[in-house]
């Protein structure tokens, strides 16, 4: 799909069907212009009983226009970025059920920052667009071409920097949307390694390498090695390397956890809903994504992304209850839940990591049910044993709408994992899941600035919408523009 940015005369472009968000007035970026389309709008407005109020909308025809349709999105009372998000959202829906080919938007308003606005824009029209194609008769969308209109050349300039940079996000949540829909007889740890390759192949500025069973066992990858001893689909470790910064720069290093099917092992998931467990690879598909925003944005940043693939199954094979596995770090784990599995590929990951002296690692995984009952569906866990580097991902989650909530790391709930047999258990009890289970990570992680983003909650939706979000590609993606702004 083509963005593009104009301030040309609003009546010379040619496109199918025009959006603009505005109040009752039609006051915004058209006011400021007092151009002859401001004055039919407000009119057509008037007759119509637009409110302009968030969450109103109004689709006319008319053959006094240029246009085929005219929507207007209310946005009186839009005060803060998560109204503002919202109701880009809603108008993004808007443009792809209109059934338009060519859409003219005109911002809401000259807003202080035009490349957010204009990236939310490309965003969520992305996202909107997204179908599925559970089969050959699902139609793609119409919509081929947007063009974002502002009042003046400068922040034309402006908002074209952020289409690019909203278009990348978008096809980034896309793409981690995409491998989370997929079945699980699809999407195994070996088809992740073949998507990884390719798109290494694909972009220049991106490495890959995997490495199997053999590879990890020399690596002493015990615990990793234990959640896939059940199975018959072997287990792949993948390394992606983008090289956006300069060489001598450390990388910030993504950890996705990547469990295609998760049936609990022989701590067997109940049946109902199981079949939602193809999403227990959601984090590191939206490592995925974030690499491919990466190639297609150019961020000037270096970034490694890790993703421990598995598939956790019961068989002969399959580590029991009360087995005790030897980490990568030469840490011993009794595993007391094979149902509790993220957490033992992850660590072996996060170890792995340190050879890359990073200047901050992130892990990102669909870890506990105690999350979603903590904070639903609405904001991923954070927790961190950086205070620098949580408030840092906090105000990405706020900036680009896809939120994080700050849980503590205590040395209380750290003694929840103490084992008579090794020198961890693998769960702390029924209380703080979500704690506990970082308390295990951030024993892995003590040399490194770590943060671990919990999105059991977040990374899909069940029910009517059931599907991946692509979460949270869009936070990864503001922290490391903001990151990689601050080193230019």
Same mark, same amino acid.
């Given at each position: ?340 599995? @993220? ?14 002296? $990073?200047? +901050?690692? #992130? *892990? !990102? %995984? ?66 703080? @899941? ?14 490194? $600035?770590? +943060?671990? #983003? *919990? !999105? %059991? ?32």
């Amino acid at each position: 799909m083509e963005f593009t940015a104009s301030s040309a005369n609003l009546l010379k472009i040619k496109a199918d069907c025009l959006i603009v968000l505005a109040d009752a007035q039609i006051n915004g970026v058209l006011a400021s212009d007092d151009t002859e389309l401001h004055g039919d709008l407000k009119a057509l407005a008037k007759a119509t009983n637009f409110d302009g109020k968030t969450g109103s909308a109004k689709t006319l025809h008319t053959p006094t226009l240029p246009f085929s349709q005219v929507i207007l999105i209310g946005i009186t009372g839009a005060t803060s970025r998560q109204k503002q998000i919202k109701v880009i959202a809603d108008a993004a829906s808007k443009a792809i059920a209109s059934g338009a080919q060519k859409v003219l938007w005109v911002a809401a308003r000259a807003p202080d920052d035009g490349h957010w606005q204009a990236a939310m824009v490309a965003r969520n029209v992305l996202h909107a667009r997204y179908k599925y194609a559970k089969n050959d008769k699902v139609v793609a969308s119409r919509l081929k071409t947007l063009i974002y209109w502002t009042g003046s050349r400068a922040e034309q300039q402006l908002a074209s920097t952020g289409l690019d940079f909203g278009a990348a996000v978008g096809n980034g949540m896309n793409c981690a949307r995409e491998l989370g829909n997929l079945p699980a007889n699809f999407c195994t740890p070996s088809y992740l390694a073949d998507r990884a390759s390719d798109m290494a192949r694909d972009n220049a500025s991106l490495d890959c390498q995997i490495l199997d069973n053999a590879d990890m066992h020399k690596l002493a990858m015990g615990s990793l090695l234990s959640v896939t001893a059940g199975t018959v689909e072997p287990a792949k470790f993948i390394i992606m390397n983008y090289r956006g910064g300069a060489k001598s720069e450390a990388p910030t290093v993504l950890i996705g956890k990547a469990v295609t099917f998760d049936s609990g092992g022989i701590s067997l998931k109940p049946g109902g809903g199981m079949d939602e467990m193809k999403f227990d690879m959601c984090g590191g598909a939206s490592v995925f994504g974030v690499m491919q925003a990466l190639c297609a944005s150019g961020l000037a940043i270096n970034v490694i992304g890790l993703v421990p693939a598995v598939e956790n199954m019961p068989s002969g094979t399959a580590t029991r209850p009360g087995d005790v596995v030897t980490s990568m770090s030469g840490q011993t784990i009794e595993v007391l839940n094979t149902d509790a599995e @993220g957490r033992l590929i992850l660590c072996d990951a996060i170890t792995y990591s340190e050879r890359f002296k $990073p200047r +901050a690692v #992130i *892990d !990102i %995984a669909t870890l506990t049910g105690a999350c979603v009952m903590a904070l639903g569906k609405q904001a991923s866990g954070l927790l961190a044993n950086d205070d620098d580097l949580a408030d840092e991902l906090l105000a990405s989650g706020t900036r680009s709408g896809d939120r994080a909530w700050q849980l503590p790391l205590w040395e209380e709930y750290d003694a929840q994992l103490k084992s008579n047999f090794a020198d961890m258990a693998n769960i702390g009890g029924r209380e703080a @899941g979500t704690i506990t289970a970082a308390c295990f990570l951030a024993r892995y992680a003590k040399k490194l $600035p770590w +943060a671990h #983003i *919990d !999105i %059991a909650g977040t990374a899909w939706l069940s029910g009517a919408q059931k599907g991946a979000t692509g979460r949270p590609v869009p936070l990864l993606m503001d922290y490391l523009q903001q990151r990689a702004n601050h080193s230019t």
